[in-house]
C-alpha cells in the first residue's frame, strides 16, 4: 500500500501588498523572485518523488499563500503543470486554491479551471470598506462581489472568508457583511477573529495606542451572530470557524482536523509525514537560498510519540462540531480516553464546557466560545 499521505499543500509566498495585520510566510512587491521560487519548488518536489518514487495519487490539493492568484496566467499554469507531474488527484478529489479579488479577472478564473481548479478560497474578510481599508485591503466590496459569482460561475464552489473583531467594526457591519455574503453563490464561509501577531505592524500600533482592540464582549457577540445568521441561512457550522452548505466541508482542512496525515511544499509550509511534524524555513529567502543549493530548509522538526499523537487528535476532533467517537478514537489510538486524560475530561464535563452524548465527544456551546484553551487543556 502506498505509504505517503493522499493531502497536499503547497505555499506560494507572493503578496501584492503585505497587509498590516497579517504574519504570514510571504514578500510583498518581490515578483522577481518568482522564477527563483518555481526552480526551488521544483527541486523540493522532485527530492519527495524520487524517495516515493512515483507520481502520488492524492485526494486533495490545497494551494495556499500568500496570494496563488498574484501569479500570472502563464505562471499558473506552469505550477499547474508542475503538480500534474507530481500528483495524480483521483476522480472526485478536492483541488483548492486561495486567491484575493484583486486582479482576479475572468480570464484568470477560467485559467485556473484548465489546470483543474474546483473550489476557490477567496479573503474577502468584509464587505464593508471602511473596514477593508483599515485592514490595508486593496480590494472593495463592490469589486469583490462581483469575483465571487464570476468564479462561482467558472469554479462553481467558492468559499468566503470574513474577519471579525477588527477595530472600529461596529455590529452591524458585521452584520450586513454576513447578510451580503449570504446573498452571494457561496458554498462555504470562514469566519475568523483578528489576530494580534507580534512583530506585525499592528501589533506595534496597538502597543502604541494607534489601534484600538475590540471589547471580547463585541468579538464574542459577533461571533455569535455569524453562527446564528449562517446556521439560519442553511449552512451548516461543522467546524469552529468553518460552515458550509451540504456536502461542501473543506476536505482538506478535515485531514487536519482528523488528525491524519499530509505532504508540504514551499516556504514555511508544514507537513505531517509518518508520525514527524516539520516547517519549512519561514523565511523565504532563507528557503529560496536553501534550495539553489539543493538543500532543504526545515525549522522545526517534532517526532510525535503515540501519546502525544493522541492528544492532538483530541483537540483536533473536538474543533469539529460533531466533535468525535470516543470508542473510534479509542481503537485507533489503543488507548482509553479517561486514562490519557481523565482531568481535562472530567473539568470540560464539570464546567459544561464538554459533553458526551452517545459515544460523541464535543464542545458545548459555553465550550465553543472557549475552544482554543479548552482544547489546549488536552495536550
Ligand atoms: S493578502 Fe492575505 S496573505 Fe497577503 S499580506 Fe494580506 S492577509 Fe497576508
Known amino acids: 500500500m502506498n505509504p505517503w499521505p493522499r493531502a497536499v499543500y503547497l505555499h506560494v509566498p507572493f503578496c501584492l501588498h503585505h497587509c498590516g495585520y497579517c504574519d504570514f510566510t510571504l514578500v510583498a512587491r518581490r515578483d522577481h523572485l518568482i522564477p527563483q521560487w518555481f526552480d526551488c519548488l521544483q527541486r523540493e518536489l522532485e527530492q519527495h518523488l524520487a524517495q516515493a518514487g512515483t507520481r502520488l495519487p492524492v485526494d486533495t490539493l490545497f494551494i495556499g499563500g500568500g496570494t496563488p492568484t498574484h501569479l500570472s ?5 506552469q505550477l499547474g503543470a508542475l503538480i500534474d507531474r507530481c500528483f495524480e488527484l483521483q476522480p472526485g478529489g478536492e483541488y483548492s486554491m486561495e486567491a484575493n479579488p484583486d486582479g482576479l479577472e475572468l480570464e484568470k478564473l477560467q485559467a485556473l479551471r484548465q489546470i483543474g ?8 474578510q468584509s464587505f464593508d470598506d471602511d473596514v477593508l481599508r483599515l485592514l ?5 466590496a463592490d469589486g469583490a462581489a462581483e469575483v465571487v459569482r464570476q468564479a462561482a460561475e467558472v469554479l462553481g464552489s467558492v468559499s468566503l472568508d470574513l474577519m471579525f473583531g477588527v477595530p472600529g467594526q461596529t455590529q452591524s457591519s458585521w452584520s450586513a457583511s454576513l447578510e451580503r455574503a449570504i446573498g452571494l453563490p457561496v458554498v462555504h464561509i470562514s469566519t475568523y477573529g483578528l489576530t494580534w501577531e507580534q512583530g506585525t505592524p499592528f501589533y ?31 449552512f451548516e457550522h461543522y467546524e469552529v470557524s468553518n460552515f458550509a452548505r451540504s456536502g461542501h466541508q473543506c476536505r482538506h482542512n478535515l485531514v487536519y482536523w482528523h488528525a491524519e496525515e499530509y505532504l508540504a511544499f514551499g516556504p ?3 507537513r505531517y509525514v509518518q ?22 530548509c526545515v525549522e522545526d522538526e517534532e517526532c510525535c510519540d503515540a501519546e502525544q499523537r493522541a492528544r492532538e487528535a483530541i483537540m483536533l476532533g473536538l474543533r469539529l462540531r460533531r466533535g468525535f467517537s470516543v470508542e473510534e478514537f479509542e481503537r ?15 473539568q470540560g464535563l464539570r464546567r459544561g464546557q464538554l459533553e458526551l452524548r452517545d459515544g460523541w465527544l464535543r464542545l458545548t456551546e459555553a465550550g465553543l466560545l472557549l475552544a482554543d484553551s479548552v482544547t489546549a487543556d488536552f495536550l
Open 73 to 77: 496566467i502563464p505562471q499558473l499554469r
Open 275 to 296: 508520525g514527524v511534524r516539520s516547517t519549512n524555513c519561514r523565511s523565504v529567502v532563507k528557503w529560496l537560498r536553501s534550495w539553489a543549493e539543493g538543500q532543504a
Open 332 to 346: 485507533r489510538f489503543g488507548v482509553q480516553l479517561s486514562a490519557l486524560a481523565g482531568r481535562a475530561l472530567e
Open 204 to 234: 506595534r500600533r496597538q502597543r502604541n495606542g494607534q489601534l484600538q482592540r475590540a471589547e471580547e464582549e463585541l468579538e464574542r457577540a459577533q461571533y455569535l451572530l455569524a453562527i446564528e445568521r449562517l446556521t439560519g441561512a442553511g
Open 268 to 270: 514555511g509550509a508544514a
Open 136 to 140: 490595508e485591503r486593496t480590494h472593495r
Open 117 to 124: 481548479i474546483n473550489r476557490l478560497s477567496l479573503g474577502v
